[in-house]
């Protein structure tokens, strides 16, 4: 596995410098500044790989940019409205640019409105390490009464809405914009500043959007992109649905296996390949990671190993996201599949045998906690995690690079 490390560009409060102090080699990024549906420039890509490869006094860091996360995929052409034909043009445009800037592997989503969902950003464990955590109680108290979505109410069960009125009430008002922070803190960052009635709206211009209608606007936006990437030899790998169930009235189609194998039977090609993030996949208690590894390891172009807890039997449930080694998920069995599969592509003669992993979120823990950062990117708690991921690969006889 090659192991990389996620950086959010020069505004992100952990150093290219601290980066090459946890071993990783590589890093994972992107261009969060440009809006989505515009073209990434090839000066703008060339100018994040140079700040890569530099440390702060201009010596060179060693790191290299291995994977974008993410190129993202606009809401014109998840809804196929409005500009999203001159999207999927400038995605392709961008997808040219990276291809010459030498970046072969795209991590893309194609989650509507929200990228990911907690409710609780700094929830605290037993060892005093904080980590994200969503409560199905809690999420239920924002949508029904403080977004206050129409229909609401209905998906959820009538135990849950009980509680979920009785918490909303227990709330004052800086309890409620707390939970609200939280939870919108999942929307890209061209949508943070969004008002409620424009979440609304936003919410509401998929009402007519059933799930298999979105995932057919996702087959045909593969169909557009895939044959470019093919023909400039990129990776492009869909990110799952985070959490995989359906929330504020959305369709999901990116959350389980059987979705996945519909993803990459839609468009045949080397192209077209998966993110197994086990952290997303890992919420639903009946995925079976180590065996969707090898079933689908051919078409892995990236992995996110994380793990999370799941707090009772319920799906969708509430989970808190665990250290890496502690959680749900058999991480030393789906690592043994990773290296598995590398083995049997290597033997193949594929050049892109060795599987780029990030450790994915961590635990806040010591310095961490005093330290401003990003939601689920700590530095301590994810150098702890990239060296448990990495003892783990080095113990079943894999290569890391």
């Known amino acids: 596995m090659k192991q990389t490390w996620r950086w959010f560009g020069p505004s992100d409060p952990i150093s290219i410098d601290e980066i090459v102090q946890t071993g990783a080699t590589g890093v994972v990024t992107a261009l969060h500044h440009i809006p989505n549906g515009a073209v990434w420039g ?12 530099h440390r702060k006094d201009g010596s060179p860091s060693g790191l290299t940019w291995d994977v974008v996360e993410s190129l993202p995929v ?37 989650m509507p409105v929200i990228d990911w969902t907690r409710t609780d950003l700094g929830h605290v464990t037993p060892t005093g390490s904080t980590c994200m955590r969503f409560d199905l109680e809690d999420f239920a108290a924002f949508d029904i009464f403080i977004l206050e979505r129409p229909g609401a109410e209905a998906d959820f069960e009538d135990s849950v809405v009980a509680e979920a009125r009785r918490r909303f009430e227990a709330l004052d008002e800086e309890g409620r914009n707390a939970l609200a922070h939280n939870i919108t803190k999942g929307l890209p960052g061209a949508n943070l500043n969004l008002t409620f009635a424009e979440f609304r709206a936003l919410l509401a211009s998929y ?78 208690p009946a995925t079976d990671l180590p065996g969707m590894m090898e079933r689908l390891g051919g078409k892995v172009h990236f992995l996110h190993l994380r793990n999370v807890a799941l707090e009772d039997t319920r ?76 003892g783990v690969a080095t113990a079943l006889g894999g290569q890391l690079q």
């Open 207 to 284: 009402d007519d959007i059933s799930a298999d209608q979105l995932r057919s606007h996702l087959f045909a936006f593969i169909e557009e992109v895939v044959p470019v990437a093919e023909s400039l030899g990129l990776r492009l790998c869909c990110h799952p649905d985070d959490p995989p169930f359906p929330l504020l009235g959305l369709p999901r189609v990116v959350s389980d296996e059987a979705d996945y194998n519909a993803l990459v039977q839609a468009v045949d090609s080397p192209a077209n390949g998966i993110t197994l993030c086990s952290g997303s996949l890992g919420v639903n």
């Open 315 to 390: 799906f969708p449930g509430s989970f808190h996201e665990a250290a890496h080694l502690e959680g749900t998920t058999d991480m030393v069995a789906l690592i043994r599949a990773v290296l598995t599969e590398e083995e049997r592509r290597k033997k193949a003669g594929r050049s892109d045998w060795c599987i780029p992993m990030r450790p994915d979120h961590g635990q806040a823990m010591a310095d961490d906690l005093t330290r401003v950062q990003q939601p689920g990117y700590p530095l301590v708690g994810r150098l702890r995690g990239l060296a448990e991921l990495r």
């Open 42 to 53: 090839l000066e703008q890509i060339n100018e994040r790989k140079a700040a890569v490869a």
């Open 74 to 110: 606009s809401e014109d052409i998840k809804k196929q409205d409005g500009d999203w034909r001159d999207h999927i043009a400038a995605y392709k445009d961008s997808l040219k640019n990276l291809a010459e800037a030498g970046i072969q592997t795209i991590c893309y989503n194609f």
